[in-house]
Antibody, heavy 119, light 110 residues
Framework: EVQLVESGGDLVQPGGSLRLSCAASGFNLSSYWMSWVRQAPGKGLEWVANIKQAESEKYYVDSVKGRFTISRDNAKNSLYLQMNSLRAEDTAVYYC????????????WGLGTLVTVSS | QSALTQPASVSGSPGQSITISCTGTSNDIGGYNYVSWYQQHPGKAPKLMIYDVSDRPSGVSNRFSGSKSGNTASLTISGLQAEDEADYYCSSYTSISTWVFGGGTKLTVL
């Protein structure tokens, strides 16, 4: 059974940093593109970043470029999101999501981890 | 990277059909057949309902269907059931190798 479990969410002050993790099981992480998608409280979904299987390609939404870094460790079946220079508007539930092979959508999602940026 | 445009809310009675629209641009919906739709119940993770404009993943009811015309995609739910009450989000791949979501539509089953 495919499972994605996010962790690392916390309350952090503006300007601070946080590293999110996503543990994958039930499939071979190294074969898939992976993404982070976030949802601010009471708001809609926003795609944040994605990463190719061997990290050769990474893409980001404009609002996080230069502040967030997506990475992965296929040997540990884990996906990461390093978030620096955090702002209040980064407050959201962060989901990791799998992009299925040969398709451009997200077929499995985790339950998310909450990041709150506030002083 | 502007969000796709969806109506904030739609409603329908059990057994009826409803359609949710999703409008983008030629750089996303209009340029690719990579529109997908997600259902999200409160406090839950999104669930893929439609991909590649009109295809359904295994296990998704055939009451859910999708279509596209120009820069606008649509999700139709026929034979509305109480459990269909949820938020629905459209999404599209874009010309700059990113994804964009709609603002979400709250479906109320009366």
């Amino acid at each position: 059974e495919v499972q994605l479990v996010e962790s690392g969410g916390d309350l952090v002050q503006p300007g601070g940093s946080l590293r999110l993790s996503c543990a994958a099981s039930g499939f071979n992480l190294s074969s898939y593109w992976m993404s982070w998608v976030r949802q601010a409280p009471g708001k809609g979904l926003e795609w944040v970043a994605n990463i190719k299987q061997a990290e050769s390609e990474k893409y980001y939404v404009d609002s996080v470029k230069g502040r967030f870094t997506i990475s992965r460790d296929n040997a540990k079946n884990s996906l990461y999101l390093q978030m620096n220079s955090l702002r209040a508007e980064d407050t959201a539930v962060y989901y990791c999501a799998r992009r299925p092979l040969r398709f451009l959508n997200f077929d499995y999602w985790g339950l998310g981890t909450l990041v709150t940026v506030s002083s | 990277q502007s969000a796709l445009t969806q109506p904030a809310s739609v409603s329908g009675s059990p057994g009826q059909s409803i359609t949710i629209s999703c409008t983008g641009t030629s750089n996303d919906i209009g340029g690719y057949n990579y529109v997908s739709w997600y259902q999200q119940h409160p406090g839950k993770a999104p669930k893929l309902m439609i991909y590649d404009v009109s295809d359904r993943p295994s296990g998704v009811s055939n009451r859910f269907s999708g279509s596209k015309s120009g820069n606008t995609a649509s999700l139709t739910i026929s034979g509305l059931q109480a459990e269909d009450e949820a938020d629905y989000y459209c999404s599209s791949y874009t010309s700059i190798s990113t994804w964009v979501f709609g603002g979400g539509t709250k479906l109320t089953v009366l």
